[in-house]
């Protein structure tokens, strides 16, 4: 029961932010969208920004579920690689767009970014960091040192995230799948054994 009231508060807090905007949302509402008290919603958050957090992190808890079904497949380690930033990308892109209003702010606020990011950066480092570990022990890939690879990584394809959600090198050609295959590539040939 306690999960369920917990979880309930969470979903209608994200539509209500997607629809209205986290600034223009108030405990008060959420409580009420949810058919519960004010006083209910306190015993679980202690003010909007602990929701809003709790909204970002049952987001990025479907990012990362959708990772760990990448690492757990029984394929090449350059598979799994390619398949890890494809997925990535769309996944963040379905998130995204799944939270009207919620995104635009997000955007407009890197700080915000930033914090959402941190919570799942570690997680993601320690999954490109199996499959990349994967590849040196099956001698696909040739790497020195997993730890800064895995972080370098993780944080290059973080840094295209808007430019894929936004779709911003379209003008230039690129649409959002090139994006990810380009980038697999590119990754790809700069750690792969001749």
Known sequence: MVSKTRD?????????FARKGVENTTMNDIA????KGRRTIYTYFKNKRDIYNAVVESESDKLM????????????????????VAVRFETMREIVSR????????????????RARKLISKKEIAMLREILEEGVQN???????LNHTSVIVTHAIQGLDVTYIRDSLSDKGIDQEMLAEYFSRILL???IKR
Request: proline share 2%.
């Open 8 to 16: 309930k508060f969470i979903e209608v807090a994200r539509q209500l």
């Open 189 to 191: 040939k700069g750690i």
């Open 139 to 145: 001698g696909e890939f040739e790497i020195t040192d």
């Open 32 to 35: 009420s969208a949810s058919d």
């Open 65 to 84: 579920m959708n990772l760990r079904l990448i690492v757990a497949r029984p394929v090449s380690a350059e598979e799994k690689l390619k398949e890890y």
């Open 99 to 114: 939270n009207g209003s919620l995104r635009a702010g997000f955007f407009r606020d890197v700080r915000k970014v930033d």
